[in-house]
């Protein structure tokens, strides 16, 4: 293969094309085999058949669809854009989850030391 054939790539072929024929049918023979062992051509008619009998249904359930998969990624941009001020490394991470975990025994610590002294009055 030669580098300008890499590079730009094969002409397309035309399924008339003679040169081409045989090689498309048998793809074409192959996908359809696929199809029809996944039973991928019996959900697409099935598809086809609901589209056809409630197109309204169908077009709502198909743009309801892409409008929650939209807000979605709205709605995680946002998440992510408000995270971002505060970068920290994974040291740091771990630093302050360890300091939250000694602050809480530290204050328990001093909270018992202040109930077993005596209390003076003045």
Do not use: H
Request: aromatic letters at 10%.
């Amino acid at each position: 293969m030669g580098w300008k054939k890499l590079i730009m790539g094969e002409k397309m072929p035309d399924r008339n094309d003679p040169k081409y024929k045989e090689r498309y049918e048998r793809e074409v023979g192959f996908g359809r085999k696929v199809a029809r062992l996944l039973r991928i051509d019996k959900a697409a008619a099935a598809t086809q058949n609901f589209a056809n009998r409630w197109p309204r249904i169908f077009l709502g359930i198909v743009f309801g669809i892409v409008i929650l998969c939209f807000c979605l990624n709205v709605w995680r941009l946002s998440q992510v854009a408000r995270k971002a001020n505060g970068y920290q490394t994974a040291v740091e991470q771990q630093e302050k989850r360890y300091q939250d975990k000694i602050q809480p025994q530290l204050m328990m610590k001093q909270n018992n030391k202040a109930e077993n002294e005596p209390i003076t009055e003045n």
